[in-house]
């Protein structure tokens, strides 16, 4: 959908994510909808509603002291990489996943893209909430158990 969406928007992946999580939040259920888009040169995250988490942290060469390579983890998830200890960075991610204090939650319904250069515009494209709203006492309990951490 979202790539049918941008097709429509002339190439515009930003406004196809719009169109698309839009035309969701308005005509089907969701309990939630985060998702993180790439394309060779640009990333997109969304956090629908505010249902589960997503976290920000800009590592930018110029706040960034550390020398030793990106060894960024939770309980959870794992990021590994000597390279990017020299360059900036920008992660996105369900938690925080080290104890830095610059990571940031983003607010339920925000679009996030992060430009070639690094360049993080967060906007609110999205209503405050679904037209549809799902509950964990909606989904079966398989769904149920697999949105719990």
């Known amino acids: 959908m979202i790539t049918a969406e941008s097709r429509r928007a002339d190439g515009d992946v930003g406004e196809g994510i719009i169109r698309a999580i839009s035309w969701i939040a308005k005509e089907l259920p969701v309990f939630s909808l985060n998702l993180i888009l790439t394309t060779a040169s640009d990333v997109w995250a969304v956090r629908y509603p505010d249902t589960h988490e997503l976290h920000i942290l800009e590592r930018l060469p110029a706040r960034s002291a550390e020398a030793a390579p990106l060894d960024a983890r939770s309980s959870r998830i794992r990021a590994h990489s000597r390279e990017a200890s020299r360059a900036g ?61």
């Open 89 to 149: 960075h920008v992660l996105i991610a369900t938690e925080p996943m080290d104890d830095n204090p610059e990571w940031r939650a983003l607010p339920g319904g925000a679009l996030v893209h992060v430009s070639p250069d690094l360049a993080v515009t967060i906007s609110h494209p999205f209503p405050e909430a679904p037209a549809h709203p799902l509950t964990l006492a909606d989904l079966s309990p398989s769904a149920a158990a697999s949105q719990k951490p």
